[in-house]
């Protein structure tokens, strides 16, 4: 790549002094052309995801990339963007090694990198040399990684792209929704846990703030089967079908609890197809038919949330 090129995280270390106009114009110029990279990058792909919820640990990373590789089984084209700086996970669910690096193009793009689900990837995880490297942005540097990610990764024709966001309703997912055009919609996940019930509204009073509408609501660790068959509520039940009568919004499905999705993550492996006849694996196969009726049927609507 060329000095001013490309995506490499020495380039959000600089520091220092205040920029001067010929600089602040540069920069200025720089921003316009990424936005337009960015603009011409999603044009070319059919339909954008954004997968949220306003709590940490729900399990997003893991729904990101089993939806994604679901939806590769249906023979989709799909890629996944880990917009998650702080923590991102994405990489390992779908099977690939911290660091890994993506490659260079003349151009100063980047290609994402294919997973073996045959789903692209792209993710700050990728870029980091290991695991304990801690990424200290502010909001603007944040803002500023997201668009480059959107304007410089060489996605191609894709019919899905799904977005990873981190918890909340700040920084990250703002810029996506302002910087990508024609969000198709969210896709928001919880689970059956009352405090998570009351966080996700926040996710859901976001998406029609900004006006963007939720193709459905999705409850992971809904439930643990023991090995006799026995079903265990083990953090509530119900939270999310709940949010679906109360705002009217597609409940998509429940994701068992399964030990075998740490095991998988701790190997390196994506969940998904290491145990594809799952029950965890059989209810995303569902879901991501569901998403596709609704998505390409165009059924995704905006919440009504009444204002105070």
């Not at 981190?166 to 405090?195: F, H, N, R, W």
Request: charged share 25%.
């Amino acid at each position: 790549m060329s000095e001013n090129k490309g995506l490499r995280i020495d380039h959000y270390k600089k520091g220092g002094g205040s920029p001067s106009y010929k600089e602040t114009a540069e920069r200025m110029k720089e921003v316009a052309k990424q936005q337009t990279m960015a603009t011409a990058n999603m044009m070319k792909i059919k339909y954008k995801i954004l997968i949220l919820s306003s709590k940490g640990g729900v399990g997003k990373s893991l729904v990101t990339s089993s939806l994604a590789i679901s939806l590769a089984t249906m023979g989709k084209s799909v890629g996944v963007l880990d917009a998650d700086f702080h923590g991102p996970s994405a990489h390992k669910m779908l099977g690939v090694p911290t660091g890994q690096g993506m490659s260079a193009r003349m151009d100063g793009t980047v290609n994402p990198v294919e997973t073996t689900g045959g789903v692209k990837l792209a993710s700050v995880g990728l870029l980091i040399p290991k695991d304990d490297v801690a990424l200290i942005w502010r909001g603007p540097i944040k803002a500023g990684a997201i668009k480059e990610l959107l304007a410089y990764v060489n996605w191609g024709p894709l019919d899905y792209l799904l977005v990873d966001l981190p918890p909340g309703t700040g920084d990250e997912a703002l810029t996506l929704v302002q910087s990508i055009p024609k969000v198709t919609g969210m896709v928001l996940v919880t689970i059956p846990s009352e405090v998570s019930k009351s966080v996700v509204k926040k996710a859901i009073a976001f998406a029609a703030k900004v006006k963007t509408p939720i193709i459905g609501i999705i409850e992971n660790m809904s439930y643990f089967r023991c090995p006799h068959g026995d079903i265990v509520y083990v953090f509530g039940k119900g939270a999310a079908e709940e949010l679906s009568r109360e705002y009217d919004i597609p409940f998509l499905g429940a994701i068992p609890l399964d030990p075998r999705v740490r095991e998988a993550s701790d190997r390196g492996k994506a969940f998904f197809l290491e145990y594809p006849d799952s029950e965890a694996a059989h209810a995303f196969r569902d879901i991501a038919a569901k998403i596709v009726d609704i998505v390409e049927g165009g059924k995704a609507r905006i919440p009504e949330v009444p204002e105070d």
